[in-house]
């Protein structure tokens, strides 16, 4: 059974840049897009985007000039680079896989437990 | 502002029904089906329901899901204590080209 695993840095400085790490265990990333969603302190989900194994990506059109996401198949993690960050971008962040491979339907069967990132004011 | 329309509340007692609706668009609903989600409390949220009405493996066939136009509706018979918990539709969205949610249902059992 696939299971996912957010790490990086809890805190961050306004402007500053967010980073997340996502570790898949349990089996590949080839042939399976990998997601990114956030929320914020009791509010609902954001899609932020997809990469694919690949490298190919999709982003929010909301988040776009501000997210890279990138994937090492060979460390079984795949990242989330949020940039210019502003106290608004304070959220839970998920990473998860959608239940088939190759194919993209927000149908994520599987997903992380959530970093807590905080963007203080 | 979600890009879908749910209730922000619902309620009911045990062994009641229970509907959630989930309002979109010709972009969204109405071209794509639907996901549905249930998170309950310092918890990721967890796939409930797929393509409009598919329950993945393990989920009680208490729990049922539709779609008509541009809307969606989750139901829950024989309510359960359990069940309550925050209930999020979503839908690939064409003009975004991307995933879109609703803002949420919050569940309570009486």
């Known amino acids: 059974q696939v299971q996912l695993q957010e790490s990086g840095p809890g805190l961050v400085k306004p402007s500053g840049t967010l980073s997340l790490t996502c570790t898949v265990s349990?089996?590949?990333?080839?042939?399976?897009?990998w997601t990114w969603i956030r929320q914020p302190p009791g509010k609902g989900l954001e899609w932020i985007g997809y990469v694919y194994d690949s490298g190919r990506t999709s982003y929010n059109p909301s988040l776009k000039s501000r997210v890279t996401m990138s994937i090492d198949t060979s460390k079984s993690q795949f990242s989330l680079k949020l940039s210019s960050v502003t106290p608004a971008d304070t959220a839970v962040y998920y990473c998860?896989?959608?239940?088939?491979?190759?194919?993209?339907?927000?149908?994520?069967?599987?997903w992380g437990q959530g970093a807590l990132v905080t963007v203080p004011s | 502002q979600s890009v879908l329309t749910q209730p922000p509340s619902a309620s009911g007692t045990p062994g009641q029904r229970v509907t959630i609706s989930c309002s979109g668009g010709?972009?969204?609903?109405?071209?794509?089906?639907v996901n549905w989600y249930q998170q309950f409390p310092g918890m990721a949220p967890k796939l409930l329901m797929y393509r409009d009405g598919q329950r993945p493996s393990g989920v009680p066939d208490r729990f049922s899901g539709s779609k008509s136009g541009n809307s969606a509706s989750l139901a829950i018979s024989g309510l359960q204590s359990e069940d309550e918990a925050d209930y999020f539709c979503a839908a690939w969205d064409d003009s975004m080209a991307g995933v879109v949610f609703g803002g949420g249902t919050q569940l309570i059992v009486l």
């Open positions: 010709s972009s969204n609903i109405g071209r794509n089906t």
């Open positions: 349990g089996d590949s990333l080839s042939n399976y897009y």
């Open positions: 998860a896989r959608e239940i088939l491979a190759g194919y993209y339907n927000g149908e994520w069967g599987s």
